[in-house]
């Protein structure tokens, strides 16, 4: 099994800064994918960032480009997302997710954080 425990989220104004942290625990060898996705009241989950973990890039929705940084520290098992020029529609409560080797996708999940950003 996979844990995953978010910590980060609070009230930010626009333009300003967060940065959330996930940390990852139980079978990790075994996850090629984690990543970051937000979910707005009344909005479906969607994705925001991705990194691989043997090596690979990062992959970001076009809605945060140049705006949010997902990194790794494999030594702490945490997979941080620094978001930067925050605004009003970044508001969501922000999941962390891993893919395991399995090619069955997302299948482990945190229990997610608010972002809350003021105008």
């Known amino acids: 099994q996979v844990q995953m425990v978010e910590s980060g989220g609070g009230l930010a104004q626009a333009g300003g800064s967060l940065r959330l942290s996930c940390v990852v625990s139980g079978r990790t060898f075994n996850l090629y994918r984690i990543g970051w996705f937000r979910q707005a009241p009344g909005k479906d989950r969607d994705f925001v960032a991705q990194v691989t973990t043997h090596g690979g890039g990062a992959d970001y929705a076009d809605a945060v480009k140049g705006r949010f940084t997902i990194s790794r520290d494999a030594a702490k098992n945490t997979v941080y997302l620094q978001m930067t020029s925050l605004k009003p529609e970044d508001t969501a409560i922000y999941y962390c997710?891993?893919?395991?080797?399995?090619?069955?996708?997302?299948?482990?999940w945190g229990q997610g954080t608010q972002v809350t950003v003021s105008s």
């Open positions: 997710g891993a893919a395991a080797f399995d090619g069955m996708g997302y299948n482990y």
